[in-house]
């Protein structure tokens, strides 16, 4: 059983596409997040959902919105694709609350994104 | 500016050996501090949470250590294998914002046979 699950693993796309990136936990968490790594690995946190309430959005361009319709999802949508979006991106959850970040954070297996 | 600093070069070394990795923080006031292993096209792996008034935590071969006056995590794999060939991250959270972890940019771990 995969804890933390996303969708696509790979999305190769143009320039100025919309997309979305899907992301599922099963392990009943209450704090979901998305990160960006890019391709000098470093990891960024980009959102922070707690039971479908946004707690962080860390100055990610208005280009991208999450969405939770669930605790158990957060799907990531980003408009008009640039090539700087490139990266892989990953989703996580942690089983605290607000402070869900004392907690150890379990990732997804990432959805590496290519836009030309 | 606040920093979080790992070793940007590979650490290569001799299965058997200990491993040892080293996290730096500038401007930080840390209340926890993670480790996590990340294997190429996967996500990283939680592997283990040390406390700003804890001095070390060990699990199995793997002890890491939290120095707040050095402002410096050390992260030790003894009996090193090939397998433990990874990327290794720091994480810190601040005890000003609880919200949130903050990545370092990971150290290359390279174990020989």
């Known amino acids: 059983d995969t804890a933390v699950s996303q969708t696509p693993k790979y999305l190769v796309t143009q320039m100025g596409n919309d997309k979305s990136i899907k992301c599922e936990q099963n392990?009943?968490?209450?704090?979901m997040y998305w990160y960006k790594q890019d391709s000098k690995k470093f990891l960024k946190i980009m959102f922070s959902y707690n039971n479908k309430e946004l707690i962080i959005n860390e100055t990610v361009p208005n280009r991208f919105s999450p969405k939770s319709p669930d605790k158990a999802h957060l799907n990531l949508h980003i408009n008009s694709l640039e090539l700087g979006d490139s990266a892989v991106y990953f989703c996580a959850s942690t089983p605290g609350g607000l402070a869900g970040a004392i907690y150890e954070q379990y990732f997804g297996p990432g959805t590496r994104l290519t836009v030309t | 500016s606040q920093k979080i600093e790992q070793n940007s070069e590979a650490l290569n070394i001799q299965e058997g050996k200990t491993a040892t990795l080293t996290c730096n923080y500038t401007?930080?006031?840390?209340?926890?501090l993670q480790w996590y292993r990340q294997d190429p096209g996967r996500g990283p792996v939680f592997l283990l949470l040390i406390r700003e008034n804890e001095k070390e935590k060990r699990k199995e071969r793997l002890k890491v250590t939290f120095d707040t006056t050095l402002k410096q995590s050390l992260f030790h794999i003894t009996a090193s294998q090939p397998a433990d060939s990874a990327t290794y991250l720091c994480?810190?959270?601040?005890?000003?914002?609880?919200?949130?972890?903050?990545f370092g940019t990971g150290t290359r771990l390279q174990v020989f046979p």
């Open positions: 401007n930080y006031s840390p209340a926890y």
């Open positions: 994480a810190l959270l601040s005890s000003y914002n609880t919200d949130k972890l903050i």
């Open positions: 392990l009943g968490h209450d704090t």
